[in-house]
């Protein structure tokens, strides 16, 4: 394809996107300062509410978020200001701290203005926003997985380009740093003692194949992850179970749904043999309550029995509605890896709603109009910086070196040396953070779809695709 019409498609799709991404920014900052003085009422909410009163940690929250709300919820006991406002802000600064340096060190983004800009159209997606403006744990995991996967590609293109400077100094900077932010992680929400420690382990092997010395990095690395452990047994309570008993059990909360819990009628006798008719009718009526046929089991057969049963009734179950349950385990992998495109679909009705309708309905509260044009604004958003990012590939691809013009070939060389597009080494434990995740937040969530789990792959996705044309303007 000749360079100049190459020139002009990118000048074109790069125009579209920057305005959509600018009428998003403007709509997002509106809805929030309009939500800024109301609580979205999250059941999520409640029970951290409740944590942060005594540090009684329950379920997969880490110590970091509870403690957090207790210290601000004391010190704005008495003020105009409300302890919520407080936490908005705190997140919200977080956040564009983080989209910042990482349109700086990873993209490559140059002028201030445009960072600023960046950041601001990342934190303003309608999920981001929700999340930066409620009492949740997700926007600070976001934003602490945004910084460490920020070190991590900063790191490994330093060790994989600066040739100068390697001192034993460096090493523990380095690995301190990644895992630091690994340490925040998994004190946050215990899922990120697995997500987390995927970036820090792909900056400890650039280290080692650069500098052929294992134990420093190692050592370091280790102390953490000692830390990590006995600091996550310390604090989460949890519900007693192990990784291992936790995943055989998961199994089972999976597939039950699809099956066993249609209608009374699907109930399987040995199901009922472990709890009452009335926690029944409530699984029934919301999906994300299945966990309880599992502490009904414990108490009336034992753990030990029960972590043996599970995967029993799960195959049981899977064996009469394989198709269907399949389908659906994939649709919610694919939700948690692409979450505006499963959004929207759950939204128009199609499939299992998952928590998509209720996190809308505590959305719109305030301003129903507004958030409904603010969603369809985003699924524009969403496809446009897709689409440009598609074609401005098809055309560097399609185009040659030799209908390049000096200009042109001494633009690509300024781009590259810019990092305006990660390789793919820097991407695989940034898209391995985002699949591993998917896969235990499908085989985790009880069957229920929530996007706000899935807002670091929304973020980084948009973020990847909208970046080149960023650095264009």
């Known amino acids: 394809m000749p360079a100049d019409i190459r020139k002009k498609m990118k000048t074109i799709f790069g125009t579209a996107v920057f305005l959509v991404l600018t009428l998003q920014i403007l709509t997002g900052l509106v809805w929030g300062c309009l939500n800024f003085p109301y609580l979205q009422e999250f059941g999520d909410t409640t029970g951290l509410l409740r944590m942060s009163e005594g540090l009684f940690l329950q379920g997969d929250t880490g110590v970091i978020y509870p403690a957090l709300l207790a210290i601000v919820r004391t010190m704005f006991l008495n003020s105009p200001v409300r302890y919520y406002q407080v936490m908005y802000l705190l997140?919200?600064?977080?956040?564009?701290?983080?989209?910042?340096?990482?349109?700086?060190?990873?993209?490559?983004?140059?002028?201030?203005?445009?960072?600023?800009?960046?950041?601001?159209?990342?934190?303003?997606?309608?999920?981001?926003?929700?999340?930066?403006?409620?009492?949740?744990?997700?926007?600070?995991?976001?934003?602490?997985?945004?910084?460490?996967?920020?070190?991590?590609?900063?790191?490994?293109?330093?060790?994989?380009?600066?040739?100068?400077?390697?001192?034993?100094?460096?090493?523990?900077?380095?690995?301190?740093?990644?895992?630091?932010?690994?340490?925040?992680?998994?004190?946050?929400?215990?899922?990120?003692?697995?997500?987390?420690?995927?970036?820090?382990?792909?900056?400890?092997?650039t280290i080692v194949r650069r500098i052929k010395a294992v134990l420093m990095p190692a050592v370091t690395i280790i102390c953490f992850a000692t830390l990590i452990f006995t600091s996550v047994h310390i604090f989460g309570i949890g519900n007693g179970l192990s990784p291992v008993q936790n995943f055989r059990m998961s199994l089972y909360y999976r597939v039950a749904w699809n099956e066993d819990f249609q209608d009374l009628d699907h109930i399987p006798a040995h199901v009922r043999e472990v709890t009452d008719e009335e926690t029944?009718?409530?699984?029934?009526?919301?999906?994300?309550?299945?966990?309880?046929?599992?502490?009904?089991?414990?108490?009336?057969?034992?753990?030990?029995?029960?972590?043996?049963?599970?995967?029993?009734?799960?195959?049981?179950?899977?064996?009469?509605?394989?198709?269907?349950?399949?389908?659906?385990?994939?649709?919610?992998?694919?939700?948690?890896?692409?979450?505006?495109?499963?959004?929207?679909?759950?939204?128009?009705?199609?499939?299992?709603?998952?928590?998509?309708?209720?996190?809308?309905?505590?959305?719109?509260?305030?301003?129903?109009?507004?958030?409904?044009?603010?969603?369809?604004?985003?699924?524009?958003?969403?496809?446009?910086?897709?689409?440009?990012?598609?074609?401005?590939?098809?055309?560097?691809?399609?185009?040659?070196?030799?209908?390049?013009?000096?200009?042109?070939?001494?633009?690509?060389?300024?781009?590259?040396?810019?990092?305006?597009?990660?390789?793919?080494?820097?991407?695989?434990?940034?898209?391995?953070v985002i699949v591993t995740s998917s896969f235990i937040y499908a085989f985790s969530g009880n069957n229920v779809w929530d996007h706000r789990k899935a807002l670091f792959a929304t973020c980084m996705w948009m973020s990847l695709f909208a970046g080149s044309s960023v650095k264009e303007k």
Not at 337 to 355: D, E, M, Q, R
């Open 91 to 205: 997140q919200l600064v977080l956040a564009f701290i983080s989209w910042f340096y990482f349109s700086q060190q990873v993209l490559g983004i140059e002028k201030t203005r445009m960072r600023i800009w960046f950041s601001l159209a990342v934190i303003t997606c309608p999920f981001a926003m929700q999340c930066h403006m409620a009492v949740l744990e997700y926007s600070f995991a976001s934003s602490f997985l945004c910084l460490l996967v920020t070190f991590q590609i900063r790191f490994m293109r330093e060790w994989k380009e600066d040739l100068s400077r390697i001192a034993a100094s460096r090493v523990f900077r380095d690995t301190c740093i990644v895992s630091l932010f690994w340490l925040f992680l998994s004190l946050l929400r215990k899922e990120f003692v697995l997500l987390g420690f995927i970036p820090v382990l792909s900056v400890y092997i």
């Open 280 to 432: 029944l009718e409530d699984i029934i009526a919301d999906p994300g309550l299945i966990y309880r046929i599992g502490d009904a089991a414990r108490r009336t057969i034992g753990t030990e029995e029960t972590v043996i049963e599970f995967p029993g009734w799960a195959w049981v179950a899977f064996r009469d509605n394989k198709t269907a349950i399949v389908i659906d385990t994939m649709t919610e992998i694919a939700g948690y890896t692409f979450a505006p495109l499963i959004n929207h679909i759950k939204l128009a009705g199609v499939g299992l709603p998952g928590y998509s309708t209720g996190n809308y309905d505590v959305m719109r509260r305030i301003c129903p109009v507004l958030t409904k044009f603010y969603l369809r604004v985003f699924s524009v958003v969403y496809v446009m910086i897709l689409v440009a990012f598609v074609i401005a590939k098809i055309a560097e691809l399609t185009g040659s070196a030799a209908n390049r013009s000096s200009a042109d070939a001494a633009e690509t060389a300024d781009a590259e040396s810019g990092h305006a597009i990660c390789s793919i080494g820097e991407l695989i434990p940034v898209i391995a």
